[in-house]
């Protein structure tokens, strides 16, 4: 299953039937065809050491193979698609390949899988334009350079220049074989076409659309950035009864004279026309998309660490608007750490020397529940809030692009002035970022959300952890004491209660008392017996004590 949204993601879940059949046939098919891939290999990967015996490094560049090292190159060819077709490919071919002189470059789309090599083999192992990491790989590496390669060293900032040279000498020259190049530059899962690259298409020569599609009930070729592992790939397409690959020729796109100019007008067009035939659709994102996918990640780690270290939150240190303004030189007791503390570095990374409102955006994109929302919420009250909730300068855009997106300086110029629309290049529209990044550019999005369910509230280190551990301590002693203090109260309260009962009763005993002695005398006085009384009255006060 594909994500149409994002070309670079692909899974795959087999049903009950198919997990039975890769277990059947990876215990039937499977040794068998990895033996025989392998001994095929070994034959071919000999015949491209053997043809490339006596040439040195820069000799495979100088000049288009003839004679017997031709001869060599073909033989490879065919025992190359011997290997596929019995590890069960079986290939469909729709139209004719043109020849070098009708189109000099053929570009081959969509691409997305090893197994793509097939075709390569299938149109007569043409010069490849390929990473230079792929001449290193075992077996494959020798192949790759006995098809007298356009390599490109992609961390070699001459290497745009030297490939388009190499190219459009190519394209120009006579006796080479056609150059074929995989023009959207990395695999995708075929939901849409992506940005191709450039360099096929500043020769300005005409070139031959070719269209791959692998028509399987078990999408099992499909290798993508976000996707099964490369060995899961071939057990399951290997434990299949077969595979289908389909290879077809368009007509060659001759460039008018305006795409001749315009290289990148030349690699839309032709890339609207290969998408109309495939029905699918296209999209800006490309390969660079997801290198900064995987910075943002590792920018994420380097915010982690420093909360680490920090004895507060980030939410809680950046809470303070008025101070984000702060001297790099006192931003260790700004946050509260050591002014040398080497998790520091990534706040100048992503602040510049003064200001902190880049860190506070990130520290807010970790906190809330949606990535996009709260950057497109917070970009425009953080940074130029004198131009209202919904517009943001473009200088600050530009500046918050590079950082929170990672883009150059470049990209995040042009990315500014396709939001503007034209209306004012000076001011940038919230509903216009949206859009842009909803629509343009889904993958700036994931560099967003790298930030979601980052918990850096509950990342505060150990001092963090201790003051609370104190404060907790603190706060039940303080409880207990109250408690104790309570309970010595309700026992004193207890004992004066018992006090006054028993002073209660000895003050009603007396009062009776005096009742019935005064009882007494009043009857004696009534009767005048007052010896007989007094006698009486004695011994009834001896009765009462």
Known sequence: MSDPKNPFVHSLTLSSIQLVKVCVLSVILLPIRLLIALICLTLATILAVVGLKGLEKGDIDKRPFTGWRLAVRNVICYILRFMFFCSGFIVKIVGKQASPEDAPILAVAPHSSFFDALAVCVMGAPSVVAKAETSSIPFWGSLIKYTQPVLVHRLDTNSRLNTIKQITERSEGRGWQQVQIFPEGTCTNRSCLITFRLGAFYPGVAVQPVLLRWDNMTDCVTWTWEGIEAWRIIVYTLSQFYTNLTIEYMAPYNPTKEEVQDPKLFAANLRAVMADSLGVTTTDCNYLDYLRIEKSRNLVKRVQKLQRKMEMPLIDATSD??????????????????????????????????????????????????????????????????????????????????????????????????????EDDLVVDKKYLADFLLNKKPNYVKVLRCWEGVDLLTAAGMGDLLAMSASLTKEMNRRMEKVAESGSNLLSAGKEVVSDVSATITASRDKVTDVLSSAVTSLHKRTGSGNIGSKSETSDNKKLD
């Not at 996009?372 to 855009?397: C, H, R, W």
């Not at 500046?399 to 042009?414: I, W």
């Open 321 to 422: 608007e008025k101070q984000l303004t702060v001297n790099m030189d006192l931003l260790g007791e700004r946050l509260g750490v050591a002014q040398d503390l080497s998790e520091l570095s990534v706040v100048e990374e992503l602040c510049g020397k003064v200001d902190l409102r880049n860190l506070r955006l990130v520290t807010l994109l970790a906190t809330e529940e949606d990535a996009l929302e709260t950057f497109l919420a917070q970009t425009f009250i953080m940074y130029n809030p004198e131009l209202g909730p919904d517009k943001v300068s473009s200088e600050s855009l530009e500046g918050v692009l590079s950082t929170v997106m990672l883009l150059n300086q470049k990209e995040a110029k042009e990315a500014v002035v396709n939001m503007s629309k034209g």
